[in-house]
């Protein structure tokens, strides 16, 4: 491989390693293309156009009856409860589960530097049941709780709540984990207890990226609460299952323009509390 | 009796003895410094002095307490005790000062006060007192990103002034500052430590700030105690053989081997990139 020993020394060490993971990561992709039978030539097919533009062309002009609006608010505000509910519940779940989780409050670490073999195994556990709340996604919770609970919001509340702390958990261990762990450490080699260490050492450097991220997941929730809609958990996600249902092209338009508004504002929202807090 | 080692010694996971069979004592209200060349053991014995590593070999005896022994709530009693400054302060970027010197107390202060003290400071008083000696009153409500190095710096020191330390660990507290400001934080460490009856322990890398400064001067090389003694009395001679480099002189010595270790501990820890 290596030609002759003067061009070995002056290579990057690191080339080789990198051109093996490139090929091997366009080896996994590619059967990814096959296998889905990925052909972006049929979209611009004449015959699909044509289905596909008259399939649009009854979506317009979107319904603005005041009674459809009316309904659509009514829609929205639970689609939002739902989504913010769900969410809060799920951080009650989740911010107690990344503590346990995260090595970032480690007290064995200030010893050895890493934590202890113990401590590691206490801890998967907790990773495990992260992984088990995030592993079913929540549109089978949905059909499950409303089984459980009948039709209606509350079922999407439960389903959100048990995926999204899940997720939530998970990435909260790693960001405390990624901030500069020295703040932390050096609170507690001063005789701070883990929490008092994670409020004064690790949130200061971690909470921008927490909002932003808790935000990002409070968007993801609004479309997960649209989807369950669909399996009768309320909500703006059954108004778009029946006007589908009922041909009203207009009425969906309606509905998809709500969620277009809905992210742009989430957007809005994380961009002035990442400003606020940067 | 502040600190003391009964032939403590030290292995590294890796093989590599960092300090090997120290006897010290340090008394109650002593100022020490502890000079010697890079990988002398320095840093590791200050590491054992601050709860941070445990002896391998041997009795530490810190504030009459073996910290070995101690678990838990005990342990973190002691490690109020003992305040450590930093070569660079280990305080968040975005955290304000008054929180940061706050912060020095959180191991005697309960969770809902600490939470409280967060969302207001409950003892602005007291962290602006710790401050005052510093010259640094003003900046109590500054963030921690406005700070230049060396005011930085002086907050760490704040902070261990309002935990409220018995033990005072310094390490290289002075190597990222100029020369006048170098001499200026020295100067006012000793002073404090001084005047409130704490030990102090620093070490240093800069030998004419060691011997203006610090009363007792403690020469480390290859993980032993050259000499310990006053600062009048170092001798240009117990300098050179601190210092003395045998392996860039070339000279076949015992301490060459211990220099290989060194590396060869540096090129096994080292980080592989991708």
Redesign the interface.
């Known amino acids: 491989m290596l030609l002759t020993s003067s061009a070995q020394s002056h290579r990057d060490p690191?080339a080789l390693?990198?051109l093996l993971?490139t090929v091997l990561a366009i080896a996994l992709l590619w059967p990814g293309l096959v296998i889905t039978e990925f052909a972006p030539a049929a979209l611009v097919d004449p015959r699909n156009l044509d289905v596909f533009s008259h399939f649009l062309a009854g979506f317009w002009p979107p319904n603005t009856s005041p009674e459809f609006l009316a309904m659509l608010g009514k829609a929205t505000l639970e689609t939002l409860a739902m989504a913010t509910a769900g969410l809060a519940l799920a951080l009650l779940l989740a911010i107690p589960l990344s503590l346990l989780a995260s090595r970032a409050l480690s007290v064995s670490a200030?010893?050895?530097g890493r934590p202890s073999r113990w401590a590691s195994a206490a801890r998967y556990p907790v990773r495990l049941l992260l992984i088990l709340l995030r592993s079913i996604p929540e549109i089978v919770w949905a059909l499950l709780f409303v089984r459980a609970v009948g039709l209606g919001p509350t079922a999407g509340v439960l389903a959100i709540t048990i995926t999204y702390s899940g997720m939530l958990g998970k990435v909260y261990a790693e960001i405390y984990e990624s901030v500069?762990q020295?703040?932390a450490?050096?609170?507690?080699?001063?005789?701070?207890?883990r929490?008092?260490?994670f409020?004064?050492?690790v949130v200061?450097?971690a909470?921008q990226e927490l909002m932003s991220y808790t935000i990002y997941r409070w968007e993801c929730a609004v479309r997960a609460s649209v989807i369950m809609g669909f399996v009768g958990a309320g909500g703006l996600g059954q108004m778009i299952d029946l006007s589908i249902r009922m041909f009203a092209g207009g009425e969906v338009v309606s509905i998809l323009l709500t969620f277009l508004v809905l992210v742009l504002l989430a957007d809005q929202l994380s961009t002035l509390l990442r400003r606020r807090?940067a | 009796m502040s600190i003391r080692l009964d032939g403590v010694g030290l292995t590294h996971?890796g093989g590599f003895r960092a300090l090997e069979k120290l006897d010290l004592t340090i008394a109650a209200g002593e100022r020490v410094a502890i000079i010697g060349p890079s990988g002398a053991g320095k840093t590791t014995l200050l590491r054992l002095l601050?709860?941070?590593?445990?002896p391998s070999a041997g009795r530490l005896s810190l504030l009459d307490n073996d910290p070995t022994q101690l678990r838990g709530r005990t342990l973190?009693?002691?490690?109020?005790?003992?305040?450590?400054i930093?070569q660079s302060p280990?305080?968040?970027?975005?955290?304000r000062v008054v929180?940061a010197v706050l912060?020095?107390r959180?191991?005697?202060?309960s969770?809902p006060r600490?939470?409280a003290s967060?969302c207001y400071p409950l003892d602005a008083e007291g962290a602006r007192a710790a401050l005052e000696p510093l010259d640094l009153a003003d900046k109590l409500y500054a963030r921690c990103d406005q700070l230049s190095g060396g005011q930085l710096q002086r907050v760490g020191i704040a902070r261990?002034l309002y935990?409220g330390?018995d033990l005072l660990l310094a390490d290289e507290p002075v190597s990222a500052m100029d020369p006048v400001l170098a001499d200026h934080t020295l100067a006012l460490l000793n002073r404090i430590a001084d005047e409130r009856g704490i030990t102090l322990v620093a070490s240093l890398h800069a030998v004419d700030l060691a011997l203006r400064h610090f009363p007792r001067v403690i020469g480390l090389r290859d993980g032993k105690i050259l000499f310990d003694c006053a600062a009048s009395d170092v001798t240009d001679n117990d300098l050179n053989g601190l210092y003395a480099n045998d392996s860039l002189l070339g000279a076949a010595s015992e301490s060459a081997p211990t220099i290989a270790a060194l590396q060869e501990n540096l090129i096994r820890t080292a980080p592989r990139?991708?």
């Not at chain 2, 601050?50 to 445990?54: I, V």
């Not at chain 2, 959180?106 to 202060?109: K, P, R, S």
Request: one cysteine or more.
């Open positions: 690191a390693p990198r993971i200030l010893l050895t500069d020295r703040p450490r050096a609170l507690m080699q001063a005789g701070s207890s929490l008092a260490a409020f004064y050492g200061p450097a909470a807090l | 996971p601050g709860t941070g590593l445990n973190r009693t002691l490690r109020t005790r003992i305040g450590l930093h280990p305080l968040p970027p975005r955290q929180t912060a020095g959180l191991g005697q202060w969770l600490a939470l967060l261990v935990q330390a990139c991708f």
